[in-house]
Nanobody, 122 residues
Framework: QVQLVESGGGSVEAGGSLRLSCAAS????????MGWFRQAPGKEREGVAA???????LYAGSVKGRFTISQDNAKNTVYLQMNSLKPEDTAMYYC????????????????WGQGTQVTVSS
């Protein structure tokens, strides 16, 4: 089992920044792929960014150039730096882990955190 705990969400004005953290614990040895996802009310969950333990990254087009995913393997923690936030970035943000392939598709992810809320006001 793998446990994921997100933190760092909050409320900011448009143009602001937030840094989300996702701490992994448990049997993480094969969880080589981590991802950040978000879900706004009434919308499907969508992939935002993903990272492989070797450093390869993948971003959704809507956040490319504004968001940066990174990791500290020693701490089993993945981060999502979010800059130039827009009201449309408002959502619950989740981190997830899997051992298959780098992807922004939720269906490949086996373990999920409880989420952290991000609210961006105009």
């Amino acid at each position: 089992q793998v446990q994921l705990v997100e933190s760092g969400g909050g409320s900011v004005e448009a143009g602001g920044s937030l840094r989300l953290s996702c701490a992994a614990s448990g049997y993480t040895i094969n969880m080589n792929y981590m991802g950040w996802f978000r879900q706004a009310p009434g919308k499907e969950r969508e992939g935002v960014a993903a990272i492989h333990t070797a450093g390869t990254t993948l971003y959704a087009g809507s956040v490319k150039g504004r968001f940066t995913i990174s990791q500290d393997n020693a701490k089993n923690t993945v981060y999502l730096q979010m800059n130039s936030l827009k009201p449309e970035d408002t959502a619950m943000y989740y981190c997830a882990a899997q051992d298959y392939a780098i992807s922004l598709a939720p269906k490949f992810y086996k373990y999920w955190g409880q989420g952290t809320q991000v609210t961006v006001s105009s």
